[in-house]
């Protein structure tokens, strides 16, 4: 089962709306409803009783959202608890948790920086989804910050509007974190090395939809099912080796930031390809600002800038500064 989608349930079951439960997680509203509906498909009962003008729990959804919240407990515990068992703290020195939207640390992150932080004593890595890791936050302010690794989130925005995160990114702000946007980028479609349309330098609509595209179930989902239909989405998954594999066989296409073809040129099984009409992307850090300032923080934005800063002319980016 997919935890985030428990995630989902509870904040729609607090806020009685699919719109503002989606805001809540920087998905669309059209995205939670399909969450939702996954949802109860794999339970097997109807969680949600949908009225033309308002939303409630269905007797069977009143009984389990306590449930629900018990599991995402035991699952935040046993990270809590892996983690501090994990933490090897040199006197004086300041741990953090990274943890990463899977777009963001697969196109992103250098391999310097993975070795950087697989290596370091004082970063300690997780692969999560941006609502993840917006819970993550909250519940770490909420606790005993003594208690607690501090948290630090690499998220990711497809078409970034300041209107549309307000849910997730302000009541961060709120709590005390801060939200430091570092690039923005633009989406490429990625396709099959040896397929017609690897010879074509920018695909059109029409050479993207006559292969099944396979999507992340972020946001981008919504961007590409408005552009393209749903019915040209073949598949929908978090797991990028999943969407990686059917591009690699010719069966589907998929897309990447535009940094990718600088920091995975060693990748042989698919090759980017620009569309006629993209979208942005927006990649950044929100955490507590003394969190972001700490010696093991800063040694990666050191190899952050030292990369991105040497490829400005490459015209994939552009810095936030």
């Keep these: 089962m997919n935890i985030e989608y428990l995630h989902y349930f509870l904040d729609v079951a607090k806020t009685k709306s699919i719109t503002r439960a989606a805001k809540l997680n920087f998905i669309s509203p059209q995205g939670m409803s399909r969450a939702m509906n996954e949802l109860e498909k794999e339970l097997g009962c109807q969680l949600l009783i ?17 449930k629900a919240a018990e599991i995402i407990g035991g699952y935040d515990r046993m990270l809590e608890f892996a983690a501090a068992k994990s933490q090897v703290q040199q006197a004086g020195g300041h741990s953090i948790q990274l943890e990463c939207q899977n777009v963001a640390m697969l196109a992103f992150l250098t391999q310097e920086a993975k070795d950087y932080i697989f290596e370091s004593r004082e970063i300690h890595f997780r692969e999560s989804q941006n609502s993840q890791i917006r819970h993550d936050l909250l519940l770490s302010n909420a606790g005993d910050p003594s208690g607690a690794c501090p948290i630090i989130g690499l998220v990711c925005f497809f078409n970034q509007d300041r209107s549309s995160n307000i849910g997730g990114i302000d009541d961060l702000e709120e709590k005390g974190y801060q939200y430091r946007p570092y690039l923005k980028t633009y989406d490429k479609v990625m396709v099959n090395a040896q397929s017609p349309l690897a010879a074509k330098e920018t695909l059109s609509d029409e050479d ?100 991105y800063r040497a490829h400005t002319d490459s015209g994939l980016y552009a810095l936030c500064d």
Aim: proline residues 3%; charged residues 20%.
């Design 50 to 66: 949908r009225y033309s003008n308002k939303l409630a729990l269905s007797p069977i959804g009143e009984e389990l959202a306590p």
């Design 208 to 307: 993207i939809v006559s292969k099944p595209i396979a999507s992340t179930n972020t946001y981008l989902y919504s961007i590409l099912s408005k552009r393209f239909g749903r019915n040209a989405i073949g598949l929908s998954s978090a797991d990028f080796s999943l969407r990686k594999s059917m591009v690699e066989c010719d069966s589907a296409v998929s897309f990447l930031p535009a940094i990718a073809s600088l920091t995975m040129a060693e990748e042989t099984g698919f090759v980017l390809r620009d569309m006629e009409r993209s979208y942005e992307v927006e990649i950044g850090f929100v955490g507590m600002e003394s969190d972001m300032e700490s010696a093991c923080f800063q040694g990666l934005m050191d190899i952050l800038d030292g990369f």
